[in-house]
Structure formats: structure tokens, C-alpha cells
């Protein structure tokens, strides 16, 4: 059983298949591409399309850039699935995985009934967790709140004043469509930092890949952390990537600094990220004292993890 029909799932879809085993995957949408059918139109991914590619299948190169458009990666996962004709179930949205005897069951809450798999993958992801942090004030704020997840592009913050809050990829992405419509400004723990314009997502994966296995690799906070994506870079050439430290405390009306500079606005974005969807394993009762589901093996010697 493979809970999940985005990427991970159809990945696992495709060699499950290839290794002849008897799977399903359930996947909670009701139409194919997972949680990019639901990200902003502009969003685009910070690796080229050969490097962004699931097994078996290229992803096409679009025009332009390079790097595909949500549109793009919404279309490829869609054709994926179809090519492949992976057994998928939706929607069908797992709400508990328990303990069965022999088999695990694996209980969906609505007509798609409960299933019985003796392994379960859970390829759930992370956009269903939007993660936003708690700061003094947050209910207070009388403006708008957004996060990456619900973000649907610049038009509705239109003449508005916004603020970003993130130091990522997202952040900087958001940032440079809504500075062209609105007056922004864009907040972050630390400093942000652009990858050298030749240093995309292909680079960071194999620098991740060597830091995994060579304990003296480079770090890769030490390049940078956004990659200069065409859109980033126009906003990096007009001056619009100016970062401010980040607020202490929100207000009625905006956010107000340590020092007590206060700043109005209308909408706050939060791109603060996400974490893993895993409530539907709680009744495994998988997590250690610490909170961090414990697995056997690891990735860095070549043994995966069995949970």
C-alpha cells in the first residue's frame, strides 16, 4: 500500500511495478499531480528539468528558462501515472494506519473503505502541514494571512502592503511577483543568500549527496540557500530583494520590531515552510520519546530505512 499519488508515491508506483509486486496506491485528491495542482502558477522549480525528472520518464525542457513551471510538473505527473498505469485509488484520504495482526490496516474514512497491506509506504508529503510560526500579537493582526500553501499569486495584494516572511525559495519567488503589483516588504531570521547565478538545485543535490558521505564536504548553507531563478533575478536587478531582520511581534495593524519600530500593513505571507503529514501513523505509536519516528538503516550507507 502507497499512501500518497505525488511524486514519492509515483516513484515508488513505478518501481513496485517494475519489481512485480501486488500494490495500490490511495491518494486523497481527486485529480492527478498531487500537491501541485494546488501551488501558485508561477512557482517554478529551482533544477532544470532533466535533474527534476521521476524514474523511468524525462520531464520535457519547457521553453524558456529551463526550470518547469508548476503547469509543467502538474502536466508530467499527470502523464506519469497514465503512461504507467499505476493502480490508483480517489480520492481516498487515509485517516489511520493501525496495527492489524499480520497486515496493517490501513483505514480510509470515506467509500474507499479499509484496506490490508502487509507494507505500507507513506509517500504523504509535506503541503498538507503549512507551517506557520507563533509570534506575540498573531491573533491580534486585524490584516490578512497567508501562507505559501494558500498563496494563489500577486493580483488579489494588489496596491496592497505586504509583508514576506522567509528566507527560502518560496520567499524570494513570492517576493518578486508581488513587489511589482504592491509595496513590500520582506523579513527573515538571518540574512538571505543568492546562489551564484551558474548554481541550481542539480548542484545542491550533489552536494548534498557528497556531504552525506564525506564528513569534510562543504556545507550547503555555505553557498547560499535561493537559487536565481530568472524571475528572482529580474527582482535582484530593480533592487526589490532588500531584507529586513525579522519582527518581534505582530499588531492590530502590522508588526512592530524590538526596538519598537512598527510597521502597517494589510497582508502578511508567511513562507515559513512545512512539515510531514504523519498523522495517520499515530496509532502505530512510531515515535520515540524525542517525537522523531525512529527507522532502521539510514540513506548515507545504502540501507533504507524499513519505516
Known sequence: MVIGGGQAGLASGYYLRRAGADFVIL?????????????????????????????????????????????????????????????????ARVRAVRNGGERLAVETGTSAGTWHARIVISATGTWGGAYV?????????????????????????RGQRVVIVGGGNSAAQILAEVSTVADTTWVTLRPPRLLPDDIDGRALFDLATQRARLADAPAIGDLGVIVA?????????????????MFARLTADGVAWVDG????????????????????????????????????GDFTSGNWPHV
Open 261 to 296: 519600530t512598527t510597521l502597517a500593513c494589510d497582508t502578511i505571507v508567511w513562507c515559513t515552510g512545512f512539515r510531514p503529514v504523519l498523522s495517520h501513523l499515530a496509532p502505530l505509536k512510531l515515535r520515540g520519546s524525542d517525537g522523531v519516528i525512529l527507522t532502521q
Open 229 to 245: 531563478v530568472p524571475a528572482v533575478c529580474e527582482a535582484r536587478g530593480r533592487g526589490a530583494l532588500k531584507a529586513e531582520p
Open 133 to 157: 510560526p507563533y509570534y506575540p500579537g498573531i491573533g491580534d493582526f486585524r490584516g490578512r494571512q497567508l501562507h505559501t500553501a494558500t498563496y494563489m499569486g500577486p493580483a488579489p495584494l
Open 27 to 91: 491518494d486523497a485528491y481527486d485529480e492527478p499531480g498531487g500537491a501541485w495542482q494546488h501551488a501558485w502558477p508561477s512557482l517554478r522549480l529551482f533544477s532544470p528539468a532533466p535533474y527534476s525528472s521521476l524514474p523511468g520518464r524525462m520531464m520535457p525542457v519547457p521553453e524558456g528558462s529551463g526550470y518547469p513551471s508548476a503547469a509543467d510538473t502538474l502536466a508530467y505527473l499527470t502523464d506519469y501515472e497514465r503512461r504507467y498505469e499505476l493502480p490508483i485509488v480517489r480520492p
